[in-house]
């Protein structure tokens, strides 16, 4: 193979490009907006759609694209990543099509005549007066005066018969990215850390999975989604990383609680299963999320009978409330010699939720592992419960399950008015 061959192959992207990577032509978008995590080949992404629109290349444009904006959150982040970075437009090109980078001028010219101009969301002005018929907008949920840029650059955006744009982000639940994904015209392609490991250093991926996997940096920075949380809801994100633990002590007791779902139908709600014991310094300790959902009556009660004996638990906590007694005897037909304490509530999730929440803010709850789904009922769950109106089923059984540990009168064994 003659070393001009090997360099167009390496450069192929049509052959290297992953699917999510590629630019989407039906149905119809102004915006395509590429989510991913960090090192997922989000500038590989941009970059190669800025060459398809510049050159003219299918399946990226049926002619060059004579104005090209590219618009990152400094000038330094534009030509470090953008332009002059490994993945970045200098890079990208065959040797004969490689366009001129002038760096006082701030922009990039291909032989063709098509132009590329610099700008920074530290100047929005800067995007007042030229018009564009692409752009790529590169990290923008990174960027100052996010919503001032966007708008200057859409304004700007009005040359040719189809003016569209490439937004390459590690997402963040920005009021802007949320209104981008609600919009039909917006084509959405996601891609996680890991998409991406072949490109990457040897154990990269591994060793930040272990670091942070399952933490709110590493879902937001590593798998590329937008981690919510409620303003009014009752635990932080910071609040429940600061509670974080490897593993747990030796603990004096351990629960299962049980929050069934109210009806027996797969359409039902989950059934929350939360294991979390007690050591004995008083502290509490969550262990297990074992919730499942769309169980028959069976099903769960089985998954509960399995938590208890993986974990040597001493007692299931089972709240009463929707299924009465029948969640408690489907229980025993299962194994009739686990221990069942059956609870009741007598006041409202909200409420019930408070004293709990309280022990989190006094450091008296850890989190031996990672539990996102729970994790995400919890940092969302407010007055009004969760935003999706759904029922907080994780949340109602870790909440029954620290208030039997660390909140019940002792020598009581039914928790009642909680």
């Known amino acids: 193979m003659t070393l001009e061959l090997l360099e167009v ?70 030509r470090d990543v953008m332009i002059e970075g490994v993945s970045g437009l200098m890079a990208i090109h065959h040797r004969w099509e490689k366009p001129i980078w002038s760096p006082s001028l701030r922009r990039l010219e291909w032989g063709n005549g ?26 923008l949920a990174k960027w100052p005066n996010v919503q ?21 982000t590690t997402p963040r639940p920005l009021p802007l990215i949320k209104r981008l994904l609600g919009d039909p015209r917006v084509a959405v392609s996601r891609a996680a850390t890991s998409a991406n ?15 942070y996997g399952g933490t709110r940096l590493g879902r937001q920075e590593l798998e590329g989604e937008i981690v919510e949380e409620s303003a009014d809801a009752l635990w932080t994100r910071d609040l429940i990383e600061a509670s974080r633990e490897p593993s747990a002590p030796g603990l004096a007791r351990i629960v299962v609680a049980v929050d069934p779902p109210a009806s027996s139908s797969r359409r039902a709600d989950s059934c929350g299963l ?20 769309g169980a028959r009556p069976h099903e769960w009660a089985a998954r509960a009978v399995a938590l208890y004996q993986r974990h040597e638990a001493d007692v299931l906590v089972v709240e009463i409330n929707q299924g009465g007694e029948m969640a408690t005897s489907v229980i025993r037909e299962v194994d009739g010699s686990v221990p069942v304490t059956a609870v009741r509530a007598t006041r409202g999730k909200y409420l019930r939720a408070e004293p709990v929440a309280a022990l989190y803010a006094q450091g008296r709850v850890r989190h031996a592992g990672r539990f996102p789904a729970l994790e995400d009922e919890m940092c969302d769950f407010g007055p009004g419960g969760l935003s999706s109106g759904r029922s907080p089923d994780r949340l109602d059984a870790l909440v029954w399950a620290l208030t039997h540990l660390m909140l019940a009168p002792r020598g009581r064994p039914r928790i009642r008015g909680m």
């Open 274 to 293: 939360i294991v979390a014991g007690i050591d004995r310094d008083g502290v509490g300790h969550v262990l297990d999320d074992g919730t499942i959902a």
């Open 197 to 211: 490991r072949f490109n990457l250093a040897k154990d990269f991926v591994d060793s930040i999975t272990r670091a």
């Open 9 to 78: 192959t390496s450069l192929d992207w049509t052959f290297w490009g992953r699917r999510d990577q590629k630019s989407r032509r039906l149905p119809p978008w102004w915006t395509w907006l590429v989510l991913g995590g960090r090192g997922a080949g989000k500038t590989r992404t941009g970059a190669e759609w800025v060459r398809g629109m510049a050159l003219g290349l299918e399946p990226f444009a049926d002619a060059p694209v004579g104005r090209i904006a590219l618009v990152g959150e400094t000038q330094a982040q534009v």
């Open 114 to 139: 098509a132009i590329a101009q610099v700008f920074t969301a530290e100047d929005p002005e800067g995007l007042r007066g030229p018009q564009f018929g692409a752009a790529w907008l590169d990290e």
């Open 148 to 168: 001032e840029t966007w708008d200057m650059l859409q304004l700007g955006l009005r040359l040719g018969d189809r003016p569209r744009q490439v937004v390459t």
